[in-house]
């Protein structure tokens, strides 16, 4: 029997984003390069309930990189391109930051964003 489960706050102000968004999300993080598939995919596993309206177009943005681009991005490495380098889209990033491939470890803290 499947049961509703209340969805946590988004914290952006931006209304949650909706079922058929994250699907889309989904879909569209399945990627050419192992490792951009798996760490995008485990934080929609871990945090997609939690993404606002506005996280959700940020990842879509970021989805729209090459592959070394968005990898760059999400080891860390760098700053978004000048287009993209935008407060949503940066605090995607540390989220983004935080997601535990093997979910028996403990929660990675946020990057600094050194400014």
Do not use: K
Request: proline share 12%.
């Amino acid at each position: 029997m499947h049961r509703d489960v209340p969805r946590p706050p988004v914290t952006d102000g931006s209304p949650p984003a909706d079922a058929g968004t994250l699907r889309r999300l989904r879909w569209r993080a399945r990627r050419g390069l192992l490792e951009n598939d798996l760490l995008i995919a485990r934080f929609l596993q871990q945090q997609g309930d939690t993404l606002s309206e506005s996280e959700a177009g940020a990842l879509a943005c970021l989805l729209e990189l090459s592959e070394a681009e968005l990898l760059g991005l999400l080891l860390g490495h760098g700053a978004p391109p000048p287009e993209l380098d935008l407060p949503p889209v940066r605090d995607l990033l540390q989220r983004l930051g935080t997601v535990r491939l093997d979910p028996r470890l403990p929660q990675i803290p946020p990057r600094s964003t050194g400014g």
